[in-house]
């Protein structure tokens, strides 16, 4: 077929359920004004990605098996998800 290459990660996320749960939060009124509260809060950064993982996880999946019963969380990539949203945090407020 063609000589073009399909680029499978989602939206430039490494994965379809690390993007899932990252469009999730943002565009969720609760959970993106937790995510602005973590962010807020200064002292242990390299912590960060285990605060979004505990802070989100069991909520966040909960939403997304509503409309997606085959999620598999397994492969969210927290570290990913903290790093981006470290990365535009001063665009956001």
């Known amino acids: ?4 290459r399909i680029d499978m990660a989602h939206e430039g996320w490494s994965n379809q359920e690390t993007w899932q749960v ?15 509260s973590l962010l ?3 002292g242990k950064r390299e912590a960060m990605a285990v605060d979004f993982k505990r802070e989100f996880e069991k909520d966040i ?5 509503k409309y997606d019963a085959g999620f598999n969380s397994k492969k ?5 998800i903290t790093a981006d949203f ?5 665009y956001e407020v």
Do not use: H, P
Request: charged residues 30%.
């Open 86 to 90: 470290k990365a535009n945090y001063k």
């Open 76 to 80: 969210v990539n927290w570290a990913e």
């Open 61 to 65: 999946i909960a939403e997304i098996k």
């Open 1 to 4: 077929m063609g000589g073009f």
């Open 22 to 36: 990252a469009l999730t939060i943002n565009n969720d009124q609760g959970f993106y004004r937790r995510k602005l």
């Open 40 to 42: 807020s809060r200064d």
